[in-house]
C-alpha cells in the first residue's frame, strides 16, 4: 500500500476528531454536515484548521460538575486541562475556543476545581508544535503538554511521581520519526509522524491492558518500546501500513474505551481522561506512574464514566477532554441533572475544597442539629451556669472562630455551611441566660485581619499563628471582663519574648489521612512559639488511668516531644496537638513563676490547645477537662471535689450542634 492509500486510510481513521464529531470533506472552507455539527473545517496557507463556533455549554457544564462531585465522592483529585487550540494558536478568523474556554473555565473557577490553561501554549510559535495537514499536536508540542502538567502536579499535589529533572528535560528523549506516516487531510501530501522515547524507560518493564468498543482484551508486555509505542506495526523500509499510528501509539487498537498500562518502577496511580485520537501524548506519562489509566470517554458504550470511575482507581485524575466542541455526546447518563450527581458523602465527615484552596467540612442546617442545640447544649449550659453561681465560681464562655470564614470563604456550588448560623443560635441562648461570652468570631471581623490563611489547609483547626492571635485577645479579656491579673504590660502577649520557630511542610491532618490525602492542598507549616524568659511547670495528665508527667520550662513540659521528631518523621498527621498532647481528658498544670494565683478550670475542646498552653504562663494553676476524652469521670465530680476561681469554657462553635456529648457535664 502506497502512503498516499495509507493516508487517506487513516483520514477515515480520525473522521471523529479530539475536537469534533467530524463528517465534514475538507475544502477551502467547508460547512458542517446536516446533522448540524457545530465545527467548520478550513485550509489556508498555515495548514488545516477546524474552527469551532461558540456553543452552548449546558451540557458539558453539567458533565464537569458531575465529574468533580464523582471524583470528590471517591476522594480523587481532579485537574482540569484545557487544550491547546490550533485555530486558536494562529488566530484564525471565525473561530471561537476563546469564549468557549471562558465557559468552561466558570465552571471549575465555581468549583474551585484546579485548572490548567494550555489553550494558547504555542500561540508564539505554532508551526514548530502542530502538523500541517491536520489538526493534531507533534511530538514536540507533546512534550511541552506533558511537562505543563507534570510541574502543575508537583506544584498543587503531593502525588508523588517518577519524574524529575531529567524526565522534564527534553535532552533525555530521543525523536523517532515514522516517514510519510502522519495522519492527513490533503490528499497527496504525507507528512512524517513524529513520537518521542525517554532515555530513562529502557529499563523499565511495562505492562498494557485494553478494552476495546467490542469489549475484547488485549494484554502486552516488555519495554517502553515493545510495550508502549509498539513501532512494528509499521514497516517503512517497504512502505507498508500495517494498522496505522494515529490512535495506535499505545498498543491499543483504534476503537480502544480504556487501558491500563502499569510501571514495575513507577509510584502512584494516574488516570487520564480523553477524546483524543492520537494517544502518542500519554505515552510520556506512563513511566512516571505505577498505573497510568486512559479512558476515552467517547467509547464507553453500555455504561457512562461515572460506572467506569467505580471500579478503576487513581491517585489524581487529569480531565484532558477536549472542551473546545461539545456536540459529542454527553459521557454521563442522559438527561442527568445537578441533583442526579451531587455530593453523596457528608460534607461534614468529608472535606471539600474551597476558594483558598483549603479543605473545608460543612454542616447544612438539619432538624437534628438544631435539637441538638436546643435540647442537649442549651440546658446543660444553664445547668452548668446555675452549679458555678451556687459555688461562687465564675463562667466565661469563649468560642472560636470556625474555618468557613463569612465574607471569606466560598464553597463549590452544592455545599451547604450553616455553622455560623446555628452557632448565632446557641450564643444568643447563653447570653439570654446571662453567660458571659467572648465570640472570636466576632473579634476576628473587628480586627479587619486577612483571615484567607487562618486555617491549616488539610485540618479544621486554626495556625498556631492564629492561635496566638486568639489567645491574645482571651487574656486582654479575662484581664478587662473578669479583672484577673494577667498580663497587665503586655509582656506575655509580645512575641518578643518568645521563640518563634517555623517547620514548613511538617504536617497534614487527619482529613489527610481519614478522608481524602494531602494530595488536594499539599502540606502545611507548624510554628512553635515558646517563651525566652524562665518558666517552671509540672505537667500531669491523666489519660483515663495511664499517667502521664513531664516538667521543666516551657518548651519541656508544655510542648509534647513526641510531635518533635523532624529529622526521623520530617511530615506527621499529629503536630497540630504539639501543645500540650493530642489525648487529654484530665490535665492539671502548674508554673511556680506565673504571676495570677486565680485557681482556673479549662473545659476543652481540640482547639484550645494552643491557648491553654500560653495561658500557663499566666496562672499557678491551671486544671483541663475534656468532656469528649474523659471516660472516668463527668466534669460534676470535679465540681464536686475542687473549688475553682473561673470556668474557662473553650470550645469550636460546631461543638454545639454535631457534638454536643462535649457539653453533657453530669
Known sequence: MKRTAAALLLILLICQTVLFSCDTSVQTQTESSGTSEAAVTQQNENGVFTLSEKQDMTQYKLDVYNLFTTLYNKKIPLLYVSMPSKAYSYGVKGDHTAENREEAAKVCEKNFIDRLDLTGIFKDSPDSYYYKNNTLVNAEGNFLIYKAVIEQIGKFYSVHTNASSKDLDRSNYKLETLKGLAPSSVEGENEDYTYLVPDFAKNMSFKVNFVAF???KYPVTGDFTTAVIHPDKFDSESEKYVEGLTGEA??????????????SKGTNKLIILHNSDDLSLFTLFVPNFSSTVIIDVRKLTGENLSATLGYVSGDIVISMIDDNNVS?????KEGVTIENYAFTQDTAFYPVKDNNRQLQVAYPKSETYINNIYNVSVPNMQWLADRLKSDKTELFFCHTPFKVLEDVTVLPDGVVDDTNEMADMFVKAMRDYGINVLDLRDELKKSGMDASDFFFKTDHHWTHKAAWWGYTVLIDALRDRLGHNVDPDGFYTDLNN???????????????TQYYNQIFVGL??????YPKFDTKYKFMNNQNGKIVNRSGDFYHA?????????ESAPVTSGRYHSYIQASCPYVEITNELAPCDKSILIVKDSFSLPLIAWLSMNYKKITVYDAAQNTMFKLKKVLDEQHFDTVVMIYNPDICFYLP??????
Open 661 to 666: 456529648r462535649q457539653l453533657v457535664f453530669k
Open 250 to 263: 499505545l498498543a491499543l487498537e483504534n476503537d480502544q474505551a480504556y487501558a491500563t498500562v502499569t510501571n
Open 498 to 512: 518568645f521563640n518563634v520557630v517555623e517547620k514548613p511542610d511538617s504536617y497534614f491532618a487527619h482529613f489527610g
Open 214 to 216: 467490542s469489549g475484547k
Open 558 to 566: 508544655i510542648i509534647d516531644p513526641s510531635t518533635l521528631n523532624y
Open 328 to 332: 459529542f455526546r454527553s459521557f454521563w
Open 524 to 529: 502545611d507549616d507548624v510554628t512553635l512559639i
